[in-house]
């Protein structure tokens, strides 16, 4: 590996970290909002949520940072990912505003905050069975309930990214269809 070569993995290795970073701490913020709504409190609990937040940023850095990615990432499904990303950032958003006026208005919720919501009680669920309540939840617990909701995060990436690169090739073969039809009119 030649030095120009090793200082370009190193920033390609940096933009990916600094953009799994950004996306993953916007994707966590509801989850965080929700968690404390759910008794999710104290020292133990922050440090397990912010440590699964960490491992899915890696997780998502490293898988992007390898050679097969690097040939995908200006491809239609890159471009997908992208946009995808952006997408699930917004819906992010979007059930901060449901989490925070679930503060507010104790126990009314947003329809918007739903996906965020009901991924997070689903993990729960899974993981402390019918205690719903998180202020008897350990370390361990936290860590993975807050690694099965950022893989309900990565699946809902996933299928948002999915029908986003669908919604890009039919747009494709529209504009190359119309170019064709046009061709023909003016022979």
Known sequence: MTETSSHLDQQWFQRQLTRWAMFGMIYAAPCFLLAKIAGFQGSSANAAMFAGV????????????????????FAPFGKALRIGTIIRAGIAMISVVGAISMMIKKGEMLVLSILDYWGGLLSIGAVMGDAMDGSGAGFLQTYAITMLTGLGVFFSLGGITIATWVILKIGAKLKALGKEQGGEALA
């Open 54 to 73: 960490v491992t899915w940023i890696g997780l998502m850095t490293f898988a992007t940072t390898r050679e097969f990615w690097k040939k995908i990432e």
